[in-house]
């Protein structure tokens, strides 16, 4: 049962909620809040804002201000919000789907302007809301609706489009690990500028269900397996690192933060 102070910042009046029980997407909300109150974050200056997916319905759930917008376009609302209200803490909860596929530029140029939002990305490999489709971050050879004999498109290494793109924080964890993905957000939220915490979950109902990890606890154990710590994959080979999970920090860097840029050298200048 979670403590009164976690309840606090859940909106109960919308409970039960629309997912599958066993689905990974509620441990990473509970670290969400976790790391909120660690944080001592008040709910009047906290905005999680999201688009649309089964990952996305988690902004509707948080007790502070929220957003649930359209698909793959919650990064152009956060935006607008954090440019009109600096100050605020700025969340932004994604699928794999939303932010990669339909959202994916809106993710890169986030990214490449160092904007001080959080962007939580719940990678399950699958399209969960709509039926399973396959999306960018499908591995190859597995089954999704859209791959009936398998998918043939290489994945997409969130965590490296990211630090590709310039994000200043980007780590990866996964839900067998809430207490990690607890500290990434934190350490995401803290940072001044983009930070992508890519939390690598499960749909047992789409994706499980056709790739022999049919049942919730199949996944944990499977991420518990899967998982390398940084330090270790550094001295893994190619071969060896095949069909792992490298979980750690990759990016945690200090370079200029959009809203400060956009304040000294357009808002100051335009009021001399
Ligand atoms: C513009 C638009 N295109 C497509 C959809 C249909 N749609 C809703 S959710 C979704 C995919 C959700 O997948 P993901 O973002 O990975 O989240 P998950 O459900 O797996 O948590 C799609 C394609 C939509 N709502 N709006
Ligand atoms: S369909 Fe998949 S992603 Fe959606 S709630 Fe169910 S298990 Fe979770």
Redesign the pocket.
């Known amino acids: 049962m979670p403590s009164a102070e976690v309840l606090s910042w859940v909106r109960t009046r919308f409970m039960p909620h629309i997912w599958c029980p066993g689905c990974g ?1 509620g441990i990473i909300m509970h670290s969400l809040i976790r790391a909120l109150i660690s944080l001592k974050k008040e709910r009047a200056n906290t905005v999680v804002a999201s ?6 319905r988690m902004a509707g759930y948080i007790n502070a201000c929220t957003l649930h917008s ?3 376009r919650s990064l152009a609302f956060a935006t607008g919000i954090k440019l009109h209200r600096p100050e605020l803490t700025v969340v932004d909860v ?6 990669t596929a ?1 959202g994916g530029n809106h993710f890169i140029h986030a990214c490449r302007r160092n904007i001080d939002i959080t962007a939580i990305v ?1 990678n ?1 490999n ?5 039926g399973g ?1 396959a ?1 960018p971050t499908t591995p190859i050879g597995s089954w999704a609706s859209t791959t009936p004999y398998g998918a043939i498109d290489p994945a997409f290494d969130i965590c490296k489009l990211a630090e590709g793109a310039g994000a200043s924080y980007v780590a990866r964890t996964t839900i067998a690990n809430p207490r990690q993905a607890e500290m990434y957000i934190t350490n995401g939220i803290k940072k001044k500028g983009f930070s992508v915490i890519e939390v690598v979950t499960h ?1 047992h109902t789409q994706f499980g269900r056709k790739n022999n990890r049919r049942l919730p606890i199949e996944n944990y154990n499977f991420f518990k397996e899967a998982s390398v710590p940084l330090a270790k994959a550094q001295t893994m080979s190619p071969e060896e690192l095949s069909g792992r999970i490298v979980c750690g920090e990759f990016v945690n860097k200090d370079v200029p933060e959009y809203t400060e840029q956009y304040q000294k050298h357009v808002i100051d200048k335009v009021r001399g």
């Open positions: 997407h688009g649309i997916g089964c990952s996305s359209t698909h793959g994604m699928g794999d789907g939303d932010c339909i719940m399950n699958i399209y969960g809301m709509t489709q999306s749909c």
